[in-house]
């Protein structure tokens, strides 16, 4: 019967329970996670131009560095976001279980 509950709790509800907050605070953690890849969209243009030059297309070298670096940057525009956003503790602790999954620790 719970599983049947659940399935039709929408996916707002879903969130809260998964996330352990308000589903007025998913909106706001959702809002975040689009502003955080909106402003990565928005340096990567100008970031690829200069790598670019007059070749019209960036150097191999530049590409893998872009994606090597897009996850450390990403992830602090994500707390920052957080912070202007007033919810840098839950960003925190998402922060903290996504990098013990990258580096293979168990998270609580």
């Known amino acids: 019967m719970m599983a049947k509950e659940e ?3 929408g996916w707002v509800q879903r969130l ?3 996330w352990n907050v308000s589903p007025a605070r998913v909106g706001i953690i959702l809002l975040v996670f ?3 890849g909106f402003t990565v969209l928005i340096l990567k243009r100008p970031l690829m131009a200069w790598a ?4 019209g297309e960036p150097p191999l070298l530049f590409s893998v560095l872009y994606y090597v670096l897009i996850l450390p940057v990403y992830n602090a ?4 976001y957080g912070a202007l956003f007033g919810q840098f503790s839950f960003f925190w602790a ?3 279980r996504f990098f013990a999954r990258l580096l293979g620790r168990r998270t609580p």
């Not at 670019?52 to 070749?55: R, T, V, Y």
């Not at 525009?77 to 920052?80: A, D, K, Q, R, S």
């Open 7 to 9: 399935a039709k709790a």
């Open 16 to 18: 809260a329970k998964r």
């Open 34 to 36: 689009a502003c955080t």
């Open 52 to 55: 670019s030059g007059d070749a």
């Open 77 to 80: 525009l994500l707390l920052l």
């Open 94 to 96: 998402f922060e903290k």
